[in-house]
C-alpha cells in the first residue's frame, strides 16, 4: 500500500518535471509503461523490485539439451551472471541478441530483467525453466509466516493456555475465533459427519491464501496468488483430497450417471458429469487467479495513466492534475484489495469444502435415513389418528 502510494507520489512530481524530449531520451514510451508499469509489475519475474531504489536478481537454474541431444543443468546466480556466460541471449521479439555491447546496454537499463532468455548455442534450446522468481519467493514468505504463527500457537496450548485456561492475547483469540468459524460454519455444514478428517486441510488452505493475499499489500512485495500456477497447485490439491476420500456413490454417479435416469440419457450425462467436475475446481484456481492479478492491475494501470498523460500531453499541470486523481482511486483500490484479500481466502476454503463434500456423500446412507424419517413419520400419524379415533367416538 505505502510502495503503491509512494510510487505515485514519486511519479507525479517526475512527470510534472519531465519534458517530452527528457521522455524520448529516457525511453519513456506508451510502449514502456504498459510493459513495465502496468504489466511488468504484476506479472511474475525473477528479480525483487525495489524501485525507485534497487532491484534483486534472483538464481536463475535451467535444464538444456544441446544439439547432441545431451541433457544438463546450468545454474547462476543471477539474470545478469546467465548473460556473462556466453551461452545464452536475450529474446528481442523474434532476434536473439547475443552481441556483448547490445547486452551491455540492457544489463546497463535493466531491460535484460523483462526479456526472455534463450540459449545461444546452435541446435541447442532450453527445456524447462526452474528459475526462482518472485511470486515463489513470495509464496515461501507466506508458508513460513503460516507455520510459525501456528508453532506458536501449538506451543501456548501444549502448555495449556486455551486449553486450562482461555486463551490470551489478541493472536490466539483471533485465530481461535477463525479456526471455530471455518470448523463450524464451513466444515461441518458442507462435508458432513467427516468433516474432522478435512479441517486441517481447509485451514491451511484459508490461511495460506489469507496470508499470501495479504503479503501483495506490503510494500516492495507481490502475491503468490495472482499468479495462475499456485492458485492452480492449491485447486489441484482440492481435487486430489476430494478423489482420493471419495464415495463408491461419487464415482457411480459420475460414470454411471442418475441411477433413476434412462440409459439414452446417461450417454449424454456422463461427460458431462466429468467435464463438470474438471471446470469447476478448474474455475477455482481461475477464480482467485483472477481477482488478485486483476487488483494488481488496476493499480499499476492508474499509476501509469500519470506517465501516459506526460507523454501524450507534456504538460506538468496534467500530470500533476493526474497524479492527485490517481492517488485518490489508488487509496479505495487497495482498500478494497484488503477486503478481497479475506473474501477470496473465505470463498476458496468453502468451496473446496463443497467440492470434497460432494464427493464424500454417502448417498445410499442418506437415503435410507430419509426413507427412515419418512416412516417414523408416517408410523406417528397413524398413531395419532388411531389414538384421536376413541376419543372421537
Known amino acids: 500500500m505505502l510502495s503503491a502510494l509512494s510510487l505515485t507520489a514519486l511519479s507525479t512530481s517526475a512527470s510534472a518535471q519531465t519534458t517530452d524530449q527528457d521522455s524520448e531520451s529516457n525511453g519513456l514510451t506508451l510502449d514502456y509503461i504498459v510493459d513495465r508499469s502496468v504489466v511488468g509489475h504484476a ?6 523490485d525495489f524501485n525507485p531504489f534497487f532491484s534483486v536478481e534472483l538464481p536463475r537454474i535451467m535444464l538444456t539439451r544441446d544439439a547432441e541431444g545431451n541433457i544438463g543443468i546450468d545454474a547462476f546466480a543471477s539474470t545478469k551472471s546467465l548473460l556473462d556466460s556466453g551461452r545464452y541471449g536475450l529474446m528481442d521479439g523474434e532476434t536473439l541478441v547475443t552481441d556483448p555491447e547490445a547486452l551491455a546496454e ?6 535484460h530483467l523483462y526479456s526472455p532468455v534463450a540459449l545461444a548455442e546452435e541446435g541447442g ?7 526462482i522468481t518472485r511470486h515463489f519467493m513470495f509464496g515461501l514468505a507466506a508458508m513460513a509466516l503460516v507455520f510459525l504463527i ?17 486463551p490470551r492475547g489478541v493472536l490466539q483469540n483471533m485465530m481461535e475465533v477463525i479456526i471455530v468459524f471455518i470448523r463450524d460454519e464451513v466444515a461441518k455444514p458442507n462435508i458432513g459427519a467427516k468433516y474432522k478428517k478435512f479441517v486441517p486441510y ?22 503468490a496468488t495472482g499468479n495462475l500456477a499456485v492458485t492452480g ?68 494501470s492508474l499509476i501509469g495513466i500519470i506517465f501516459i498523460i506526460n507523454v501524450l500531453f507534456a504538460s506538468s499541470a496534467a500530470s500533476f492534475g493526474a497524479g492527485i486523481i490517481s492517488t485518490g482511486f489508488i487509496v479505495f483500490i487497495l482498500l478494497l484489495k484488503l477486503l478481497v484479500a479475506f473474501i477470496q481466502a473465505y470463498v476458496f476454503t468453502i468451496l473446496s469444502a463443497l467440492f470434497i463434500g460432494m464427493a464424500v456423500e454417502e448417498h445410499g446412507h442418506h437415503d435410507e435415513e430419509h426413507a427412515s ?13 388411531s389414538a384421536a379415533a376413541p376419543a372421537a367416538g
Open 233 to 300: 497447485i492449491l485447486a489441484l490439491f482440492t481435487f486430489v483430497i476430494g478423489q482420493v476420500y471419495a464415495t463408491a456413490d461419487h464415482w457411480k454417479h459420475i460414470f454411471l450417471g442418475p441411477p433413476d435416469a434412462p440409459a439414452v440419457i446417461r450417454v449424454i450425462l456422463v461427460p458431462i458429469e466429468i467435464l463438470g467436475l474438471i471446470t469447476r475446481h478448474a474455475a477455482l484456481a481461475i477464480r482467485l487467479f483472477a481477482n488478485m492479478m486483476g487488483g494488481s492491475l488496476v493499480i499499476f
Open 202 to 223: 481447509l485451514l491451511s488452505a484459508f490461511f495460506f491464501i489469507l496470508t499470501a493475499n495479504i503479503l501483495g499489500l506490503v510494500p516492495f512485495s507481490g502475491s
Open 125 to 131: 534450446h532450453i527445456v524447462a525453466d526452474f528459475s
Open 106 to 111: 540492457k544489463k546497463a537499463s535493466k531491460s
Open 373 to 385: 424419517s419418512h416412516h417414523d413419520s408416517d408410523a406417528s400419524a397413524s398413531a395419532q389418528s
Open 150 to 166: 501456528f508453532v506458536t500457537l501449538a506451543n501456548r496450548y501444549k502448555r495449556g493456555v486455551g486449553r486450562k485456561e482461555a
Open 43 to 48: 506479472a511474475d519475474g525473477f528479480y525483487l
